[in-house]
């Protein structure tokens, strides 16, 4: 049946027995703003509540109203209103969900009615600037109410039970709270899913999404190593026609491995258009602080709304250690003058620094392993060791 | 952190919903009259609350109960009686000297909790939360240095950081709704005209509300933490490239990355408040250091003199330098200290902070100063 140009009651009688057959993923099109259907006219009555009422069984006559309802108010572009029946038709598929014991057949609808809202929520928020996030806010609460469903049905069997549908929705949250910038809410989902025992079970591309996300998280906190796990396995395993995701990912990715020492490849960088790298990427190899302030400078904005400006802030410490092993290598001796570490940092525009500051650089480098030697205060020395006195970043970590 | 919570979640809800079903409290002296009658009648007024022969009451904090309704306008103080009470406690309670210093601290940091708990009930506009809260966050920073040598029985540094951050929070967020400061700076025009039209002002000096000074200790008061940094990147640029706003900035920025020297060498920069905010920070850096000089400077042999590290770190005297080491068991044999780093302890407690008096004398503060001060723009 051509769903674009039926009529109404059509409509209804199909979606219902398509619900009644079970098929989810079918009543998922049926139902999604994102469908054809939304195009047919004949679906924008005047007076949809009372047509559908009655004629339908409950509690689905709710879901297509409010969808109904949603599409009609999308199409007279007011959005606000468009969000509050699409947050109406969640809260019916949640009731939905609730009714239905040991099923999960429902749950790509469930899964297109969430993302149809967050969608229409950032609409929204794209209006009107000056609601802050608070639409979305409202939507995430939306979705945790379907978390909690999937969440508590633990009664039913491994392959019937709503449990399979959290890792959608949790990365639908963690989508809604990077955008509105509340890391801090993201924890307990990644708990739920990291104790899930349907872990490895979820599907591919979903485990992707949710390993990008939480390696952007362990960034923002500062835990590398699990930012590069869990951001390597979101590369390696995106598909590799997926170029904007896999330049997404290397965005956050690129920086975390130049923090554990590896340094990417230039033809990497300019497959995927992330040359703003490439100028740090040489400043920090030659221990160019000049360089790095000015990549900084030049990249600000990107740097911070990508959220890694402090990264690259941190980077100066891997380029103190590139500089300082040029000069161990000049000198070609394994006592080493503060002043001559000092007078390098100079030479690269770090014209405040004075010699007690160039000891603590130096410290800090000893104690992170990065230098093997000690500091001698009397004779303003570093002695470094014989042997791999400046072992390679990557034996680090 | 639970006043500011509410205060969030009902500003969702009547960002939505109309406004039409907000309390407006009609109280207009500092106590509510039922709770002054129950208060004298039962001994319980407090001593701050006796002036001579006079009594001035002021709202105490109670716990929100379930079988307790405390949205009940004659007992909820409008926004100016609760601005006068603020005035009150910060310019005229805290100068009293009668009374040790932390019952001080108790009493006004009970009212000050009544106040916030009478603006969340009230769900006042945040463009007056942030003229009540600015105040209040200068006195949890003042009193976290000012009390950080009292024991752990006159005074909780915990609980001070508690409501320390949640006033500075609360005061951030008030400032992200953009769409109502627009509005904000005509407001502010409009008070200070009513406030010079004033002609019986009982203050010399009026509190403020000074943003860059709020930002600047929102990152210094988290010197750890790297979620005030990515605020900072976020703000508009006016305040970015304040001058007091970028010292806090490249503080903790130079703390991030370890670099105690530099810290230690932006000190003397700051000014009162945002000091105060780093000194009681200060033990954490000093362990620090010591924690990376004793592999770095590690020799069985070789020393550092005491004067090096008390000027690199910070510290008062040699003889706070010898304590400190020794604290955390590095060995110090007259004027130098030898660093090993298997003599370090990793595992002791952080030694308590202490007031710097030299410095603080270098300030010239007086304490209505401290709550009035603005800094250079």
Same mark, same amino acid.
């Given at each position: 049946?051509?769903?674009?140009?039926?009529?109404?009651?059509?409509?209804?009688?199909?979606?219902?027995?398509?619900?009644?057959?079970?098929?989810?993923?079918?009543?998922?099109?049926?139902?999604?703003?994102?469908?054809?259907?939304?195009?047919?006219?004949?679906?924008?009555?005047?007076?949809?509540?009372?047509?559908?009422?009655?004629?339908?069984?409950?509690?689905?006559?709710?879901?297509?109203?409010?969808?109904?309802?949603?599409?009609?108010?999308?199409?007279?572009?007011?959005?606000?209103?468009?969000?509050?029946?699409?947050?109406?038709?969640?809260?019916?598929?949640?009731?939905?969900?609730?009714?239905?014991?040991?099923?999960?057949?429902?749950?790509?609808?469930?899964?297109?009615?969430?993302?149809?809202?967050?969608?229409?929520? $950032?609409?929204?928020?794209?209006?009107?600037?000056?609601?802050?996030?608070?639409?979305?806010?409202?939507?995430?609460?939306?979705?945790?109410?379907?978390?909690?469903?999937?969440?508590?049905?633990?009664?039913?069997?491994?392959?019937?039970?709503?449990?399979?549908?959290?890792?959608?929705?949790?990365?639908?949250?963690?989508?809604?709270?990077?955008?509105?910038?509340?890391?801090?809410?993201?924890?307990?989902?990644?708990?739920?899913?990291?104790?899930?025992?349907?872990?490895?079970?979820?599907?591919?591309? $979903?485990?992707?999404?949710?390993?990008?996300?939480?390696?952007?998280?362990?960034?923002?906190?500062?835990?590398?190593?699990?930012?590069?796990?869990?951001?390597?396995?979101?590369?390696?395993?995106?598909?590799?026609?997926?170029?904007?995701?896999?330049?997404?990912?290397?965005?956050?990715?690129?920086?975390?491995?130049?923090?554990?020492?590896?340094?990417?490849?230039?033809?990497?960088? $300019?497959?995927?258009?992330?040359?703003?790298?490439?100028?740090?990427?040489?400043?920090?190899?030659?221990?160019?602080?000049?360089?790095?302030?000015?990549?900084?400078?030049?990249?600000?904005?990107?740097?911070?709304?990508?959220?890694?400006?402090?990264?690259?802030?941190?980077?100066?410490?891997?380029?103190?250690?590139?500089?300082?092993?040029?000069?161990?290598?000049?000198?070609?001796?394994?006592?080493?003058?503060?002043?001559?570490?000092?007078?390098?940092?100079?030479?690269?525009?770090?014209?405040?620094?004075?010699?007690?500051?160039? $000891?603590?650089?130096?410290?800090?480098?000893?104690?992170?392993?990065?230098?093997?030697?000690?500091?001698?205060?009397?004779?303003?020395?570093?002695?470094?060791?014989?042997?791999?006195?400046?072992?390679?970043?990557?034996?680090?970590? | 952190?639970?006043?500011?919570?509410?205060?969030?979640?009902?500003?969702?809800?009547?960002?939505?919903?109309?406004?039409?079903?907000?309390?407006? +409290?009609?109280?207009?002296?500092?106590?509510?009259?039922?709770?002054?009658?129950? #208060?004298?009648?039962? +001994?319980?007024?407090?001593?701050?609350?006796?002036? +001579?022969?006079?009594?001035?009451?002021?709202?105490?904090?109670?716990?929100?109960?379930?079988?307790?309704?405390?949205?009940?306008?004659?007992?909820?103080?409008?926004?100016?009686?609760? #601005?006068?009470?603020?005035?009150?406690?910060?310019?005229?309670?805290?100068?009293?000297?009668?009374?040790?210093?932390?019952?001080?601290?108790?009493?006004?940091?009970?009212?000050?909790?009544?106040?916030?708990?009478?603006?969340?009930?009230?769900?006042?506009?945040?463009?007056?939360?942030?003229?009540?809260?600015?105040?209040?966050?200068?006195?949890?920073?003042?009193?976290?240095?000012?009390?950080?040598?009292?024991?752990?029985?006159?005074?909780?540094?915990?609980?001070?950081?508690?409501?320390?951050?949640?006033?500075?929070?609360?005061?951030?967020?008030?400032?992200?709704?953009?769409?109502?400061?627009?509005?904000?700076?005509?407001?502010?025009?409009?008070?200070?005209?009513?406030?010079?039209?004033?002609?019986?002002?009982?203050?010399?000096?009026?509190?403020?509300?000074?943003?860059?000074?709020?930002?600047?200790?929102?990152?210094?008061?988290?010197?750890?933490?790297?979620?005030?940094?990515?605020?900072?990147?976020?703000?508009?640029?006016?305040?970015?490239?304040?001058?007091?706003?970028?010292?806090?900035?490249?503080?903790?920025?130079?703390?991030?990355?370890?670099?105690?020297?530099?810290?230690?060498?932006?000190?003397?920069?700051?000014?009162?408040?945002?000091?105060?905010?780093?000194?009681?920070?200060?033990?954490?850096?000093?362990?620090?250091?010591?924690?990376?000089?004793?592999?770095?400077?590690?020799?069985?042999?070789?020393?550092?003199?005491?004067?090096?590290?008390?000027?690199?770190?910070?510290?008062?005297?040699?003889?706070?330098?010898?304590?400190?080491?020794?604290?955390? +068991?590095?060995?110090?044999?007259?004027?130098?200290? #030898?660093?090993?780093?298997?003599?370090?302890?990793?595992?002791?407690?952080?030694?308590?902070?202490?007031?710097?008096?030299?410095?603080?004398?270098?300030?010239?503060?007086?304490?209505?100063?401290?709550?009035?001060?603005?800094?250079?723009?």
């Amino acid at each position: 049946m051509a769903m674009t140009t039926g009529t109404l009651n059509q409509y209804i009688q199909f979606v219902e027995r398509i619900y009644r057959t079970g098929q989810g993923t079918v009543l998922s099109r049926l139902l999604s703003l994102r469908d054809e259907h939304v195009a047919n006219r004949n679906l924008r009555s005047s007076d949809i509540a009372t047509l559908v009422e009655g004629n339908c069984v409950a509690p689905l006559d709710e879901i297509i109203i409010t969808h109904l309802l949603c599409v009609k108010a999308l199409y007279m572009q007011d959005y606000m209103e468009a969000y509050n029946h699409q947050s109406a038709c969640v809260a019916s598929v949640v009731r939905l969900l609730q009714s239905q014991k040991e099923e999960n057949w429902s749950l790509p609808l469930m899964y297109t009615v969430c993302l149809d809202l967050r969608l229409v929520a $950032q609409k929204v928020e794209a209006c009107n600037p000056q609601s802050n996030g608070k639409i979305m806010e409202k939507a995430a609460e939306s979705l945790l109410a379907c978390f909690r469903v999937c969440a508590a049905d633990n009664r039913s069997s491994d392959y019937e039970t709503k449990r399979l549908g959290m890792l959608n929705l949790v990365n639908q949250l963690l989508k809604v709270y990077f955008r509105i910038n509340k890391l801090h809410l993201c924890k307990p989902l990644i708990r739920a899913i990291d104790s899930s025992p349907f872990k490895e079970q979820f599907p591919l591309a $979903q485990q992707i999404t949710y390993r990008y996300f939480v390696g952007r998280k362990a960034m923002f906190d500062s835990d590398y190593r699990a930012a590069d796990e869990y951001l390597s396995f979101a590369f390696q395993n995106c598909h590799r026609k997926s170029n904007k995701n896999k330049r997404l990912i290397l965005t956050y990715l690129v920086p975390v491995k130049m923090l554990l020492g590896f340094m990417p490849a230039k033809h990497l960088l $300019q497959k995927y258009d992330l040359l703003q790298f490439w100028d740090l990427v040489s400043a920090v190899k030659n221990g160019d602080l000049r360089g790095i302030d000015r990549v900084m400078e030049e990249h600000e904005s990107f740097f911070i709304q990508a959220g890694i400006y402090l990264m690259v802030e941190k980077l100066k410490i891997t380029a103190y250690r590139n500089l300082f092993r040029k000069v161990y290598l000049a000198e070609n001796t394994h006592q080493i003058d503060i002043a001559s570490f000092q007078a390098a940092l100079q030479l690269m525009g770090q014209d405040d620094v004075d010699s007690d500051e160039t $000891q603590c650089i130096v410290a800090n480098l000893i104690y992170d392993g990065k230098i093997k030697g000690y500091i001698s205060y009397q004779h303003k020395k570093v002695v470094v060791s014989k042997q791999n006195a400046f072992p390679p970043l990557s034996s680090l970590y | 952190m639970s006043s500011y919570f509410d205060y969030f979640c009902v500003n969702i809800y009547t960002n939505c919903a109309a406004r039409n079903d907000i309390i407006h +409290g009609t109280c207009n002296s500092m106590c509510p009259q039922s709770e002054q009658n129950l #208060r004298e009648k039962e +001994g319980l007024v407090h001593i701050l609350e006796v002036l +001579g022969s006079e009594r001035k009451l002021v709202k105490c904090y109670s716990r929100s109960a379930a079988d307790s309704n405390m949205a009940v306008p004659n007992l909820l103080r409008p926004y100016n009686v609760l #601005r006068d009470t603020v005035d009150y406690l910060l310019l005229d309670v805290t100068r009293r000297v009668d009374v040790p210093i932390s019952s001080v601290y108790d009493f006004v940091n009970d009212r000050l909790r009544a106040v916030r708990q009478d603006m969340t009930i009230q769900r006042l506009p945040p463009e007056q939360c942030v003229n009540l809260l600015e105040p209040m966050i200068r006195f949890y920073v003042y009193f976290g240095y000012k009390l950080c040598e009292h024991p752990l029985s006159d005074y909780d540094p915990v609980l001070n950081k508690k409501y320390l951050l949640e006033c500075i929070k609360w005061f951030l967020s008030c400032y992200e709704s953009v769409q109502l400061w627009e509005n904000n700076a005509k407001i502010n025009e409009i008070s200070s005209f009513l406030s010079n039209l004033e002609i019986n002002n009982r203050y010399m000096k009026k509190l403020t509300c000074d943003r860059e000074l709020m930002e600047s200790l929102y990152i210094l008061c988290n010197l750890g933490d790297v979620h005030p940094l990515y605020r900072y990147f976020n703000l508009p640029k006016d305040i970015k490239s304040n001058s007091t706003v970028q010292l806090s900035y490249k503080i903790a920025i130079a703390h991030l990355k370890g670099n105690y020297a530099r810290v230690c060498s932006m000190l003397d920069a700051l000014c009162p408040l945002t000091y105060f905010a780093v000194s009681v920070y200060l033990p954490t850096i000093q362990r620090n250091a010591l924690r990376v000089m004793s592999h770095a400077y590690n020799s069985r042999q070789l020393a550092v003199p005491t004067a090096v590290l008390r000027q690199w770190l910070w510290f008062p005297s040699d003889a706070d330098v010898i304590t400190v080491c020794e604290h955390y +068991g590095l060995q110090a044999e007259g004027a130098t200290v #030898r660093f090993s780093k298997a003599d370090f302890k990793t595992e002791v407690a952080t030694h308590e902070p202490k007031k710097l008096l030299l410095h603080e004398e270098t300030l010239k503060m007086d304490l209505e100063n401290i709550f009035t001060y603005k800094i250079q723009k």
